[in-house]
């Protein structure tokens, strides 16, 4: 159980679509307007957990080039979702001039993000820990890397209002980004 908690972090919670957007949004809107939206992502992730548990990802790959049309879809998802982020302009001033994003947008995001997919059948397969307290460990997990990731979005939310900080920071988060489809690729 200890190399599954200590394995998730690394896995999961390394930066992705997931953690990226959820450090955006409490940056661009503050703690407490990005809880709902941080909440739809801990719930599709919890979702996308409990799929790969049901065998869901397995099944998917027994089909005949599955696994590379997946990889391959999640590394050009990855790559589109760079150049928005890398393209995106510096952050309104006033977050209470644009709704924040909701439960549902977190929640499809959650959902559509191929690296949690495998980045999740990667630690859930890599456990021999029975599946229910795995499947438990692994979503007390995905609530803290969610969580933390919030903190250090809204924690940094001057540093991307600045235009100068706000576009070094947009390409690094999109070259993170590229790093992870390359690896996925691989």
Known sequence: MLALILAAPVVMGSPGPSTVSVTAVGAAF???????????????????????????????????????VLLGASALYILWLAWRIATAPPLADDPGAVAAPSFVAGFLLAIANPKAWFAIAAVFAG????????????????????????????????????????????????????????????
């Open 30 to 68: 503050g703690l407490r307007r990005s809880l709902a939206y941080t909440a739809g992502l801990v719930a599709g992730t919890a979702g996308v957990l409990l799929a790969v548990a049901a065998g869901v990802m397995a099944a998917l790959l027994t089909i005949p080039y599955a696994q590379p």
């Open 127 to 186: 456990s021999t820990v029975p599946a229910a307290p795995k499947v438990a460990a692994l979503i007390g997990m995905i609530v803290l890397i969610h969580a933390a990731w919030l903190l250090a979005g809204a924690s940094f939310a001057r540093l991307f209002r600045h235009p100068t900080a706000a576009r070094v920071t947009s390409i690094a988060f999109a070259l993170v980004l590229v790093a992870t489809a390359a690896a996925t690729v691989l």
